[in-house]
């Protein structure tokens, strides 16, 4: 019944962007931390980013900080991630992910997944 359904990813060039988006369903939107995760090839999955229920509080993994910036839109139940300064190492299925916001930004249980988005940068 829940939906988490990604959309937007492609193929660029390295040093291109990239704008994926996450439409989320069945839930109350706005009581949920939202984040991105994702997996490369033969790697684990590994988290990128994470939003506030508020929208107020951002973080994101080293590898990203700088050129990935994470938005929500709770009036369109919608995610974002806009990718800058792509890198072929960024290459990877991007996952949405929502977790019940309790005022701790835990991300070792993810209530509901997306089904992913790929995302290739060639060089």
């Known amino acids: 019944q829940v939906q988490l359904v990604e959309s937007g990813g492609g193929m660029v060039q390295a040093g291109g962007s990239l704008r994926v988006s996450c439409a989320a369903s069945?839930?109350?939107?706005?009581?949920?931390?939202m984040g991105w995760f994702r997996q490369a090839p033969g790697k684990e999955r590994e988290f990128v980013a994470a939003?506030?229920?508020?929208?107020?509080?951002?973080r994101y993994t080293d590898s990203v900080k700088g050129r990935f910036t994470i938005s929500r839109d709770n009036a369109k139940n919608t995610v974002y991630l806009q990718m800058n300064s792509l890198k072929p190492e960024d290459t990877a299925v991007y996952y949405c992910?929502?977790?019940?916001?309790?005022?701790?930004?835990?991300?070792?249980?993810?209530?509901?997944w997306g089904q992913g988005t790929q995302v290739t940068v060639s060089s």
């Open positions: 939003i506030s229920w508020s929208g107020g509080s951002t």
């Open positions: 069945g839930l109350t939107f706005s009581t949920y931390a």
């Open positions: 992910a929502a977790k019940q916001d309790s005022g701790s930004d835990y991300w070792g249980v993810v209530d509901y």
